[in-house]
């Protein structure tokens, strides 16, 4: 592509590479400037004009940001018609981000030309919402450097798990001194959170805070539908042999990780039974607010795995912001109780 000031005689057949404004006429930027148009300019006393010509081999910025985008575009996201060297890409369903992060950071390696931005991977998302776009920067690219974009970024880098999971297990544990009415808002809570996956609360069991009690009603819930079963501990757990972790290996099944370098959000436990995940919830998950718990739950509703290496990964990123109802934890006033 040439690219440069020009007399308007020769940027006839080009494009205007900034608007111009003169005698009641305006050149908007991109444009092509036609013999008519090169005249009107030479009337108002224009004589040079910055403009970009394309050169054979040349793929204009917007059918190289269109097939950019449709390469990128997976399972569940559409890709908008492109409009000055921008395509957009949209969910079609509510669920989990999933991105292809070497292919996405790859492709933006390249050059300087072609550019895709995108949200945060794994964030829930809703339909219709705008998870990422193609920018190419100038007017047009060689084909050669848009098959490389193409090859790099491969096919479907971007994609939406959508939410499959509707019928969930609840256990909440109860000591003497805790209050009904807290289960019972804690329940409306999850309830809430819930309702951008279309899922509900199937179980709600109430059981003494001691493990032979929980293993019971895990065992129980094993067998049903639920998926996956969220336990509330009456008090947080402090350590893999408290009543949680021990009540989870007690019914036959396995605590895969305890602890979460995201705060609010650090007590929070994942496990499985019988091929269902478990969350152990922090007591933060008590709050609407959103914490590390949200993170853990939307991908489980999506059936997204959610291994330890998963869990530890979230550090970067996984300090969210104070919330004035909860002490900072570098004050040194947390309870244990609410991470």
Same mark, same amino acid.
């Given at each position: 592509?040439?690219?440069?000031?020009?007399?308007?005689?020769?940027?006839? @057949?080009?494009?205007?590479?900034?608007?111009? !404004?003169?005698?009641?006429?305006?050149?908007?930027?991109?444009?092509?400037?036609?013999?008519?148009?090169?005249?009107?300019?030479?009337?108002?006393?224009?004589?040079?004009?910055?403009?970009?010509?394309?050169?054979? @081999?040349?793929?204009?910025?917007? $059918?190289?940001?269109?097939?950019?985008?449709?390469?990128?575009?997976?399972?569940?996201?559409?890709?908008?018609?492109?409009?000055?060297? !921008?395509?957009? *890409?949209?969910? =079609?369903?509510?669920?989990? *981000?999933?991105?292809?992060?070497?292919?996405?950071?790859?492709?933006?390696?390249?050059?300087?030309?072609?550019?895709?931005?995108?949200?945060?991977?794994?964030?829930?998302?809703?339909?219709?919402?705008?998870? &990422? =776009?193609?920018?190419?920067?100038?007017?047009?690219? %060689?084909?050669? *450097?848009?098959?490389?974009?193409?090859?790099?970024?491969?096919?479907?880098?971007?994609?939406?798990?959508?939410?499959?999971?509707?019928?969930?297990?609840?256990?909440? =544990?109860?000591?003497? &001194?805790?209050?009904?009415?807290?289960?019972?808002?804690?329940?409306?809570?999850?309830?809430?959170?819930? $309702?951008?996956?279309?899922?509900?609360?199937?179980?709600?069991?109430? +059981?003494?805070?001691?493990?032979?009690?929980?293993?019971?009603?895990?065992?129980?819930?094993?067998?049903?539908?639920?998926?996956?079963?969220? +336990?509330?501990?009456?008090?947080?757990?402090?350590?893999?042999?408290?009543?949680?972790?021990?009540?989870?290996?007690?019914?036959? &099944?396995? +605590? $895969?990780?305890?602890?979460? %370098?995201?705060?609010?959000?650090?007590?929070?436990?994942?496990?499985?039974?019988?091929?269902?995940?478990?969350?152990?919830? %922090?007591?933060?998950? #008590?709050?609407? !607010?959103?914490?590390?718990?949200?993170?853990?739950?939307?991908?489980?509703?999506?059936?997204?795995?959610?291994? #330890?290496?998963?869990? =530890?990964?979230? &550090?970067?990123?996984?300090?969210?912001?104070?919330?004035?109802?909860?002490?900072? %934890?570098?004050?040194?006033?947390?309870?244990?109780?609410?991470?």
């Amino acid at each position: 592509m040439k690219f440069g000031l020009v007399s308007v005689e020769e940027a006839v @057949g080009a494009l205007a590479a900034h608007s111009v !404004r003169a005698g009641g006429l305006v050149v908007r930027k991109g444009s092509l400037v036609s013999p008519e148009v090169a005249s009107h300019l030479k009337r108002a006393g224009i004589e040079q004009i910055i403009a970009a010509r394309l050169e054979p @081999g040349d793929i204009g910025e917007d $059918e190289a940001a269109w097939r950019l985008a449709k390469a990128l575009a997976g399972e569940n996201v559409l890709v908008e018609r492109p409009f000055t060297g !921008r395509s957009n *890409l949209y969910a =079609t369903t509510s669920g989990v *981000l999933l991105i292809d992060l070497e292919a996405i950071n790859g492709f933006n390696a390249i050059d300087e030309a072609m550019t895709v931005a995108t949200l945060p991977a794994y964030k829930a998302v809703a339909a219709g919402e705008m998870i &990422g =776009t193609v920018k190419i920067i100038p007017y047009a690219v %060689p084909e050669i *450097l848009l098959q490389d974009g193409l090859a790099r970024a491969g096919a479907g880098a971007l994609r939406i798990a959508s939410y499959t999971r509707r019928h969930i297990g609840v256990i909440s =544990t109860i000591l003497p &001194g805790l209050k009904p009415s807290i289960i019972d808002k804690t329940i409306a809570v999850l309830a809430k959170r819930l $309702e951008p996956a279309g899922a509900t609360v199937a179980w709600d069991r109430r +059981v003494p805070h001691d493990a032979p009690a929980l293993a019971q009603e895990l065992a129980h819930q094993a067998t049903c539908d639920s998926y996956p079963i969220i +336990v509330f501990g009456a008090s947080a757990i402090a350590d893999r042999c408290d009543a949680i972790p021990s009540a989870i290996e007690m019914a036959g &099944g396995h +605590v $895969e990780h305890f602890g979460m %370098p995201v705060d609010p959000g650090n007590l929070l436990l994942i496990g499985s039974i019988a091929g269902k995940p478990i969350i152990g919830a %922090p007591g933060c998950a #008590r709050s609407p !607010r959103e914490n590390g718990f949200d993170w853990v739950l939307q991908r489980i509703l999506a059936d997204v795995p959610v291994t #330890r290496a998963d869990i =530890t990964s979230l &550090g970067v990123g996984g300090l969210l912001m104070e919330i004035g109802t909860r002490p900072q %934890p570098r004050a040194g006033g947390e309870s244990e109780d609410e991470e």
